[in-house]
């Protein structure tokens, strides 16, 4: 063989290493090429380790340059499961060293059971020979540890993972395939050495199945999956594959903590009302992690609500100052009955007290992208007030519904602060009587009529009706009356 030598070369200020006549980087002079030629006699490559009586295995190699031969040494390299690589090799037997000849060959034997296989089953065997001239040359081989041949084939190794590893999530198929000259008695499925969590009695050889198991049970994070498998000789063969083992679901994790599907890992719950993520900060199950009003950050844990409809009153279930936001489509669920508690603007209809906000309540007030605009307050629910973009639209002229703006949306539509855009319906079917138009806002007794008269005036004449107008009755979301009315 050639072996492989460090030659010096000036590139890019790095010393490049190829494979041509020897150098070194100190200034020694140049060298012949290697041309010992090294082969093992036992075993060859790919082949099984043969045990002695002792349980020990023999190894023998042979190297020969006609330059002449200096010595020859044999080692042996386990494999290293957290880097996933060759351990540093250790030496088995003496050296053996030569003069005046061109062959040297070298014999040792060593105890299999004191090194570890790579994931495979194999151990890697070197031969490190030196010529007449000092120059050196090297060669490893793989040998299998006597006994079956056994490969994980499920759960499989996720690619790209370094070192290697199968990633699972939820209940993972346990098969191995396992081949032998002689008839199998036993495949045995183990986790993290000593806990047998599958066993297959004398399986065919090939494809062996060991049912389903979920390595959640064992708690997530890293798992060593170990299979062994022993012939009627009782020899064995095993292989191993570490295994990642990651939530899939809240059902994986403890108590109090939440399953983030994007990381595979459990996080405690935060507190209502607490600042919240999906992943880093989840809410309880009974809670999800949403915007205010008119998608305003943070982002907070919110008990569920029913926003309801014309057929099914909306809960009224989020208390004081707050009130059932209805979710878009793409974030309802049942569990959540499509609406979220959103914390009001603590504003009052009469006073109109809002501050300014931006136009997109989602980010930051900024000058050019996002500039503060004028707010009208606006009920929302039965216990709670929120602020909402206002326009120019006066009294009793057609308007567009008080809602959430985006940067570039128009408020031209929009009512004036104070006024409110009203659909008058019929009371028992529920459809238009006429278009939406900007109303003021009225001191209103609900108690199931929304046709009553006023009940009277704030102590500044607020809540009173121009002359000629009645009190009507507000219904919000599910056509609940609301505590205040609109005049019309």
């Not at 082949?47 to 200096?70: I, P, R, Y």
């Not at 009001?344 to 906000?357: H, I, K, L, R, T």
């Not at 570039?408 to 409110?420: K, Y």
């Amino acid at each position: 063989m050639v072996a492989t030598l460090r030659s010096c070369f000036p590139a890019l200020g790095l010393l490049v290493c190829a494979q041509l006549a020897a150098c070194n980087c100190g200034g020694a002079k140049l060298s012949q090429k290697s041309k010992i030629d090294i082969t093992f006699l036992a075993p060859t490559d790919g082949a099984d380790l043969t045990l002695n009586a002792t349980g020990t295995a023999d190894v023998s190699a042979l190297a020969s340059d006609t330059a002449g031969m200096q010595s020859l040494t044999l080692s042996v390299a386990s494999w290293d499961d957290t880097k996933g690589v060759l351990a540093t090799p250790v030496v088995i037997g003496k050296p053996c060293a030569v003069q005046g000849t061109t062959d040297v060959t070298c014999k040792a034997s060593f105890d299999p059971a004191q090194f570890h296989p790579d994931p495979a089953g194999f151990l890697t065997l070197i031969a490190d020979a030196v010529d007449a001239k000092e120059i050196p040359g090297s060669l490893q081989i793989r040998a299998h540890m006597a006994g079956p041949h056994v490969t994980i084939t499920s759960p499989p190794l996720t690619q790209g993972i370094t070192p290697p590893a199968a990633i699972v999530k939820g209940p993972s198929t346990l098969t191995a395939t396992v081949t032998d000259q002689l008839p199998l008695t036993s495949v045995v499925f183990r986790l993290d050495e000593n806990i047998v969590i599958a066993t297959v009695n004398g399986p065919a050889a090939g494809n062996v199945d060991g049912g389903q198991f979920s390595f959640q049970s064992r708690g997530l994070g890293r798992h060593k999956l170990t299979v062994v498998a022993t012939n009627q000789a009782g020899q064995t063969g095993m292989a191993y594959e570490s295994v990642n083992v990651l939530c899939g679901s809240d059902a994986d994790c403890l108590g109090g903590q939440r399953c983030c599907l994007e990381k595979g890992d459990c996080h405690t719950t935060v507190p209502s009302l607490s600042n919240c993520d999906t992943c880093d900060k989840p809410c309880p199950t009974t809670e999800a992690c949403l915007p205010g009003t008119c998608g305003q950050i943070p982002l907070k844990c919110r008990g569920h609500c029913d926003p309801g409809s014309m057929d099914r009153p909306a809960s009224d279930t989020c208390g004081p100052n707050n009130y059932c936001l209805q979710l878009p489509p793409e974030q309802a669920t049942p569990d959540n009955q499509g609406g979220a508690c959103a914390v009001g603007d603590n504003c009052d209809v009469f006073v109109q007290n809002c501050s300014a906000y931006p136009l997109d309540r989602s980010k930051p007030i900024d000058a050019s992208t996002n500039p503060s605009v004028p707010s009208t307050c606006v009920p929302a629910g039965v216990h709670a007030n929120v602020c909402y973009p206002s326009g120019p639209i006066g009294d009793g002229q057609q308007c567009s519904d008080a809602t959430c703006l985006k940067p570039g949306s128009s408020t031209a539509q929009l009512c004036a602060p104070g006024l409110l855009c009203v659909t008058p319906i019929d009371p028992f079917s529920h459809q238009p009587l006429d278009v939406s138009r900007c109303r003021s806002y009225c001191h209103y007794d609900a108690n199931g009529n929304p046709f009553l008269p006023q009940s009277g005036c704030g102590a500044d004449g607020s809540g009173c009706c121009p002359s000629g107008q009645n009190c009507g009755g507000l219904l919000g979301a599910g056509y609940v009356p609301l505590s205040v009315g609109a005049c019309g």
